[in-house]
Each structure stands twice: as C-alpha cells, then as structure tokens.
C-alpha cells in the first residue's frame, strides 16, 4: 500500500500558474510510475501526464507544452508545474502510483481543487 498526498491546488486566473506536488510513503518500492489524473464535474477521471522513475514522461494532448511533470525517486515525490491555465483545466486533481505508467494505478491521493477563472 502507497500512500499519498497532493498539495498546491487553489484558485487562479486564465493564464496563471500553479505547481501541485504529491508525496508518497508505504510500499514505494513497488512503484515505478507515478501520474497525476484530473476529473471535472460531471466527467470522468482522465489522464494528465505521468512519470517513470526508470525513465519517461508522457502527457495527454490537452496539456503538452503548458504542463511539466516532474519527480524526485529517492524522495517519493512528484510534481505538476501547470502554466498558461485556462478555465477548462479547472477540476480536482489526483495523483496517483502503480507498477506501470500505463496502468492500472493501484494507489490515489484524495485529490485537490484546481480552479481557473475566466
């Protein structure tokens, strides 16, 4: 079992930035990617970006070129530089960790609220 932890939510105008970070602690051994997934009111979970700690970035075509995921192995963290923000990225952001970047993600943060004014 993973635990985890996201901070750095909040509210920000159209155009702003924001920079979310997940902490892991637990088993972490196990994992080898860690990603973050956002979910809009009334939508389904999707797939942000994710990272492999033996190597890789991958993005959703939604936020190439405005997002940068970025992790620290020996500290179990992750991060989400999130910049140019328009107010359809508003959503709760997950983070979450599993044994491979494409899934299934066994371990989830309980979110934290991103929202971006027009």
């Known amino acids: 079992q993973v635990d985890l932890v996201e901070s750095g939510g909040g509210l920000v105008q159209a155009g702003g930035s924001l920079r979310l970070s997940c902490a892991a602690s637990?088993?972490?051994?196990?994992?080898?990617?860690m990603a973050w997934f956002r979910q809009a009111p009334g939508k389904e979970r999707k797939f942000v970006a994710a990272?492999?700690?033996?190597?890789?970035?991958y993005y959703a075509d939604s936020i190439k070129g405005r997002f940068t995921i970025s992790g620290d192995n020996a500290k179990n963290t992750v991060s989400l530089q999130m910049n140019s923000l328009k107010p359809e990225d508003t959503a709760v952001y997950y983070c979450?960790?599993?044994?491979?970047?494409?899934?299934?993600?066994?371990?989830w943060g309980q979110g934290t609220q991103v929202t971006v004014s027009s």
């Open positions: 979450a960790a599993g044994s491979s970047w494409l899934g299934p993600f066994g371990s």
């Open positions: 990272i492999r700690w033996s190597g890789g970035t």
């Open positions: 637990g088993r972490t051994s196990s994992t080898d990617a």
